[in-house]
């Protein structure tokens, strides 16, 4: 809101120009005092502008200073924005009902002084008898701002003079701080960009990459590169490993002999800084380092040391090309806040390498130690499986041997004994039809006996004798075949064999029990040749495999009758399996030929399956999905071990939830040493 004035403060604005109108009146000896005190008025601006500060802090001090020299006038000094072509009010100075009156910003289209001053005075201030003076503050035909004094005292010639030249030594100041602020903000901006930069990466090749192209965008020069000095070899020398420069400049890097250029590498480990304006013109200049920089085309140069944490001496020099090139103290100032970032950077790189460094190395160790652990852990549970199984075939064989004798005994003399029983018959039948009438005691004997029966059936009771006899043989010899403590050396054999081996000493599994209903077992045995294996090894691979598959379906088994509601089976209860609807339970094995040389045997299932976690583990020592107390984990790894390593084959296992699982054994017909 402006305020608008009352009709006491006009009459005292009237009077003030009164009074004006009478100073105009003034003898010549007052004209030089007004025109002295203007000079100083001058003199102490100019001493603020060229002190250091920002506009917010030296523009209010100027208004404050016109203003007291000119006694109760106002002063309002603007700023110009030449992008958004904006005037803004940058300090104020005089009686604060002006102040709230004038507009905060105003937009400038490059208009006459005069109608600057429309815009400048507020339209309350229109019919007030104020006296104006708008000053655009100029620096090479560029607009940096106007400078406005206006109240009821009227302006002098001198007045106009003086206030012209305070506008062009403001306008300079101005230009001064904007350009010392722009380069401030410019410094300000790359050490926040380079600091972002190098706090994203570790990579050192990338730290000092960043680095030469930043200060050679920043100082606009014609090349920037990174070296390093290595004094203390037995050949000293210096490296230039980064550079960033004009596309029409040759490369410089490489390595170079330090006797080349002693005094440089001198000055740099001791971190002296080093500025050429002119190489041609520099007096302090060495003669070697002159000829080496005029062979590169270098006419200018700035030489900024950069030492590491571990005590490496490095620089960032930048160059120029064409002709001399001073370097401000502010550049060097920046610089070296530069290298301060690229040393710390270099030393977190450095740190992060050895720690790193050491990290690797302590987990090369434990992964050996890992390694070690579990190739030990691995033999044990090979030597203890072994152990089991080599007591396991030796009880196995000792059983059947023990076995084996009193079954061949019963079955030579089956033979024997039936023929006494039959020729005992036919005698009792030569005595029957020669004595028909026999005595009473013989009949009631016969009677007792029941004779017809017994002669019927003694015969088939021997020949029942001899089925039983011959298939404990069988399983004797199913139990010798299994164990093959004969066979411990690779030998040509029949695989079909092994795995009927293999079924008949887990016929009791497959059979209906209290846990499953029974598993129907399906061979699709193809043409095998013999195949050179280890017999017992081989026949152990089959038995861990089916064993597997049989648990299995025992599992799917249960859950599908939980399902059905009829989880009380396992108590005894409802044993006629034929009423549950569930599926038919089997294992399926398959042999077939690959590729003329190779076996492959599918033994597959339609269990209950397993998940892809569980497939990645399968054959890992120790790793089982059985409740504790039923499973080692050490069945499949010692299967993988025996077709992978003792047999150069190899084993695969398809499987998916709910689908069952299929396992595939391959290995060679003949063995390959």
């Given at each position: 809101?402006?305020?608008?004035?009352?009709?006491?403060?006009?009459?005292?604005?009237?009077?003030?120009?009164?009074?004006?109108?009478?100073?105009?009146?003034?003898?010549?000896?007052?004209?030089?005092?007004?025109?002295?005190?203007?000079?100083?008025?001058?003199?102490?601006?100019?001493?603020?502008?060229?002190?250091?500060?920002?506009?917010?802090?030296?523009?209010?001090?100027?208004?404050?200073?016109?203003?007291?020299?000119?006694?109760?006038?106002?002063?309002?000094?603007?700023?110009?924005?030449?992008?958004?072509?904006?005037?803004?009010?940058?300090?104020?100075?005089?009686?604060?009902?002006?102040?709230?009156?004038?507009?905060?910003?105003?937009?400038?289209?490059?208009?006459?002084?005069?109608?600057?001053?429309?815009?400048?005075?507020?339209?309350?201030?229109?019919?007030?008898?104020?006296?104006?003076?708008?000053?655009?503050?100029?620096?090479?035909?560029?607009?940096?701002?106007?400078?406005?004094?206006?109240?009821?005292?009227?302006?002098?010639?001198?007045?106009?003079?003086?206030?012209?030249?305070?506008?062009?030594?403001?306008?300079?100041?101005?230009?001064?701080?904007?350009?010392?602020?722009?380069?401030?903000?410019?410094?300000?901006?790359?050490?926040?960009?380079?600091?972002?930069?190098?706090?994203?990466?570790?990579?050192?090749?990338?730290?000092?990459?960043?680095?030469?192209?930043?200060?050679?965008?920043?100082?606009?020069?014609?090349?920037?590169?990174?070296?390093?000095?290595?004094?203390?070899?037995?050949?000293?020398?210096?490296?230039?490993?980064?550079?960033?420069?004009?596309?029409?400049?040759?490369?410089?890097?490489?390595?170079?002999?330090?006797?080349?250029?002693?005094?440089?590498?001198?000055?740099?480990?001791?971190?002296?800084?080093?500025?050429?304006?002119?190489?041609?013109?520099?007096?302090?200049?060495?003669?070697q380092t002159q000829e080496m920089l005029t062979n590169w085309g270098i006419t200018?140069?700035?030489?900024?040391?950069?030492?590491?944490?571990?005590?490496?001496?490095?620089?960032?020099?930048?160059?120029?090309?064409?002709?001399?090139?001073?370097?401000?103290?502010?550049?060097?100032?920046?610089?070296?806040?530069?290298?301060?970032?690229?040393?710390?950077?270099?030393?977190?790189?450095?740190?992060?390498?050895?720690?790193?460094?050491?990290?690797?190395?302590?987990?090369?160790?434990?992964?050996?130690l890992s390694g070690a652990l579990h190739k030990l852990q691995h033999t044990q549970?090979?030597?203890?499986?072994?152990?089991?199984?080599?007591?396991?075939?030796?009880?196995?064989?000792?059983?059947?041997?023990?076995?084996?004798?009193?079954?061949?005994?019963?079955?030579?003399?089956?033979?024997?004994?039936?023929?006494?029983?039959?020729?005992?018959?036919?005698?009792?039948?030569?005595?029957?039809?020669?004595?028909?009438?026999?005595?009473?005691?013989?009949?009631?004997?016969?009677?007792?006996?029941?004779?017809?029966?017994?002669?019927?059936?003694?015969?088939?009771?021997?020949?029942?004798?001899?089925?039983?006899?011959?298939?404990?043989?069988?399983?004797?010899?199913?139990?010798?075949?299994?164990?093959?403590?004969?066979?411990?050396?690779?030998?040509?054999?029949?695989?079909?064999?092994?795995?009927?081996?293999?079924?008949?000493?887990?016929?009791?599994?497959?059979?209906?029990?209290?846990?499953?209903?029974?598993?129907?077992?399906?061979?699709?045995?193809?043409?095998?040749?013999?195949?050179?294996?280890?017999?017992?090894?081989?026949?152990?691979?089959?038995?861990?495999?089916?064993?597997?598959?049989?648990?299995?379906?025992?599992?799917?088994?249960?859950?599908?009758?939980?399902?059905?509601?009829?989880?009380?089976?396992?108590?005894?209860?409802?044993?006629?399996?034929?009423?549950?609807?569930?599926?038919?339970?089997?294992?399926?094995?398959?042999?077939?030929?690959?590729?003329?040389?190779?076996?492959?045997?599918?033994?597959?299932?339609?269990?209950?399956?397993?998940?892809?976690?569980?497939?990645k583990r399968l054959f890992d020592p120790f790793f089982t999905t059985k409740p504790?107390?039923?499973?080692?984990?050490?069945?499949?790894?010692?299967?993988?071990?025996?077709?992978?390593?003792?047999?150069?084959?190899?084993?695969?296992?398809?499987?998916?939830?709910?689908?069952?699982?299929?396992?595939?054994?391959?290995?060679?017909?003949?063995?390959?040493?």
């Open positions: 809101m402006k305020k608008l004035l009352s009709s006491n403060k006009v009459k005292e604005v009237t009077a003030q120009q009164e009074k004006v109108q009478d100073a105009r009146l003034l003898r010549p000896s007052e004209r030089d005092n007004a025109r002295s005190h203007l000079l100083s008025l001058g003199a102490e601006v100019a001493v603020t502008l060229a002190k250091g500060g920002t506009l917010a802090h030296i523009l209010p001090v100027c208004a404050e200073t016109i203003a007291h020299y000119l006694d109760t006038n106002n002063v309002c000094i603007w700023t110009f924005d030449q992008r958004t072509n904006l005037l803004t009010m940058g300090a104020f100075a005089g009686q604060d009902i002006y102040r709230a009156s004038l507009p905060k910003c105003i937009f400038w289209q490059q208009d006459e002084v005069e109608s600057m001053k429309i815009k400048l005075i507020p339209s309350s201030f229109k019919n007030l008898p104020l006296s104006c003076r708008v000053y655009t503050l100029i620096v090479e035909e560029n607009l940096v701002g106007v400078m406005e004094v206006f109240g009821c005292k009227s302006f002098t010639e001198t007045d106009d003079i003086i206030l012209g030249w305070i506008a062009n030594n403001m306008a300079l100041g101005i230009e001064r701080i904007l350009a010392r602020e722009a380069l401030q903000n410019r410094r300000e901006s790359l050490l926040l960009h380079l600091a972002s930069q190098l706090r994203n990466t570790l990579d050192l090749n990338s730290i000092l990459e960043i680095a030469v192209n930043e200060v050679r965008n920043l100082l606009q020069i014609d090349r920037c590169h990174f070296l390093w000095c290595f004094p203390h070899l037995h050949n000293p020398r210096f490296t230039i490993t980064h550079e960033a420069q004009e596309h029409n400049l040759p490369s410089l890097l490489g390595d170079f002999p330090a006797d080349r250029s002693n005094a440089l590498v001198s000055k740099i480990c001791n971190l002296e800084i080093i500025r050429i304006q002119d190489v041609a013109k520099e007096s302090r200049l060495d003669i200018a140069q700035l030489v900024l040391p950069v030492e590491t944490h571990s005590g490496q001496f490095g620089a960032i020099v930048c160059s120029h090309c064409n002709g001399s090139r001073f370097w401000s103290d502010s550049e060097v100032e920046l610089l070296q806040a530069v290298c301060d970032q690229v040393a710390s950077a270099i030393d977190k790189a450095e740190f992060y390498a050895q720690n790193r460094a050491s990290t690797l190395a302590a987990q090369a160790q434990a992964q050996q549970a090979q030597l203890v499986q072994q152990e089991k199984m080599s007591s396991l075939g030796q009880m196995v064989a000792g059983i059947a041997h023990e076995i084996n004798n009193p079954v061949n005994f019963i079955n030579g003399n089956l033979i024997h004994a039936s023929d006494y029983i039959e020729d005992l018959l036919e005698l009792l039948h030569l005595y029957e039809e020669s004595y028909p009438n026999a005595v009473p005691a013989i009949q009631d004997k016969m009677e007792a006996i029941d004779w017809e029966f017994l002669a019927l059936d003694l015969p088939k009771l021997l020949s029942s004798m001899k089925i039983g006899a011959d298939r404990i043989s069988q399983i004797v010899l199913s139990l010798r075949n299994f164990s093959r403590l004969d066979q411990a050396e690779m030998k040509a054999v029949d695989i079909h064999e092994g795995i009927d081996n293999t079924l008949m000493i887990l016929q009791s599994r497959l059979k209906a029990n209290g846990k499953n209903p029974g598993i129907q077992v399906i061979k699709e045995y193809g043409q095998l040749p013999l195949v050179e294996c280890y017999a017992g090894q081989l026949n152990q691979v089959f038995m861990n495999i089916i064993n597997n598959a049989i648990d299995s379906l025992e599992s799917r088994f249960a859950n599908d009758a939980l399902e059905l509601g009829t989880g009380d089976w396992a108590l005894g209860i409802g044993e006629n399996y034929s009423q549950f609807s569930i599926q038919n339970l089997e294992i399926r094995i398959r042999t077939e030929m690959l590729d003329g040389d190779k076996v492959v045997i599918r033994i597959k299932d339609n269990g209950s399956g397993m998940t892809e976690e569980v497939k504790v107390g039923k499973g080692t984990g050490l069945g499949l790894s010692i299967t993988y071990q025996i077709v992978v390593e003792k047999h150069g084959g190899t084993i695969e296992c398809l499987s998916e939830p709910g689908k069952g699982s299929e396992f595939l054994v391959q290995i060679p017909v003949i063995a390959r040493g």
